[in-house]
């Protein structure tokens, strides 16, 4: 649930961040392969585990709506949820998917699974460009180094998945900070 009015995050290209990523943070940042798998593998033995923070329907905020080519006045899907490893929060994330794409999918029985588990399963995924940012996750009081976006595809259905990787995270691996 969004925590009143919110700085929409300055998005930019993948590649025009480069310079000012540590290449500890690229590896994460820049890695098109699931995240629910990278956070399982570099938290081990801790738990990896998804906390649903909210789903409903509801309005696309004009940058979200933007990317998936979705006036802001449609209703979406939206869902956001908070990555752990054991009970600290490594990354908040939040997904946008246009009403009318997605007849049979099903998400709404997700709960507290991960949508990245059921994604990469797709044998037609195609994953859009990675955009990037250094401001905080507009929807949670979140601080961390980096956030990035992509647009998913599987067949009819699009879903903007926008993923925030927060502190504890960047303390937990000794990353660099921004």
Known sequence: ???G?????RWRPLAAARPAMSPEWWRWVASRDSLTARLTE??????FRVRLLDQ????????????LGLSPTRL?????VALHLDDRTWVVARSVAPLNRLRGQRLDRLGERSLGSWLFRQPDLERGPIEVSADPAP??????????????????FAVLVQEFFLEAMMDDLALPPR
């Open 76 to 80: 979406a899907w939206l869902r956001e």
């Open 5 to 9: 009015p919110a700085i929409v995050p």
């Open 139 to 156: 929807f949670r009081a979140a601080p961390g180094p980096w956030g990035r976006r992509s647009v998913f595809r599987h067949g009819r």
């Open 42 to 47: 570099a938290g081990y033995p801790r738990r």
């Open 56 to 67: 409903r329907l509801g309005r696309p905020r004009r940058d979200e709506a933007q990317a």
């Open 1 to 3: 649930m969004s925590n």
